[in-house]
């Protein structure tokens, strides 16, 4: 895993950060899911994942931008798919496969993301789940808007 590894998110800070990105979880909610998460710094240019790499972690940006793209078909030919902003979950399939990721994502400035790893996401899903289950519907509901968006890039090029 890429970027700088903090400590446990500071309480006060990650639950104001948090409940901005998830106004439809508790505080208590919020202060649950804390305690599975890290947080991550990534400096401009660094890359937080290749497109390859295995999926070990999602994450939450917090602060800073991040640019998500794909290898074209010439190579050294990227094509940028999404620049990611405060509030924007990236990686989310992390949490339920165990694959490889599709594309590149790199900070374009200083960022800092909260992230949820695989092993931590299993203890939420046997510890938590009806947490785990809400934060499941978060996700759920940002992979389909990004589907009716990519639809309509697409029919856009028809």
């Not at 399939?93 to 200083?110: D, G, L, R």
């Amino acid at each position: 895993m890429q970027g700088t590894q903090g400590k446990a998110p500071e309480s006060q800070t990650a639950q104001r950060q948090l409940q901005q990105a998830f106004p439809d979880f508790t505080e208590k909610e919020i202060a649950q899911l804390i305690s599975y998460l890290e947080p991550r710094h990534f400096s401009r240019g660094e890359t937080v994942w290749q497109q390859g790499d295995p999926m070990e972690y999602m994450g939450l940006l917090v602060a800073g931008v991040l640019v998500v793209k794909r290898e074209g078909r010439f190579p050294g030919k990227n094509i940028i798919l999404a620049i990611l902003e405060k509030g924007s979950l990236f990686g989310e399939m992390a949490v339920a496969a165990s694959h490889k990721h599709s594309v590149t994502i790199a900070a374009m400035e200083a960022t800092q993301a909260y992230v949820l790893n695989s092993e931590k996401a299993r203890q939420l899903f046997e510890q938590q789940p009806a947490l785990a289950i809400k934060l499941l519907k978060k996700i759920v509901v940002v992979c389909g808007l990004r589907l009716q968006h990519t639809g309509s890039r697409l029919a856009e090029l028809l």
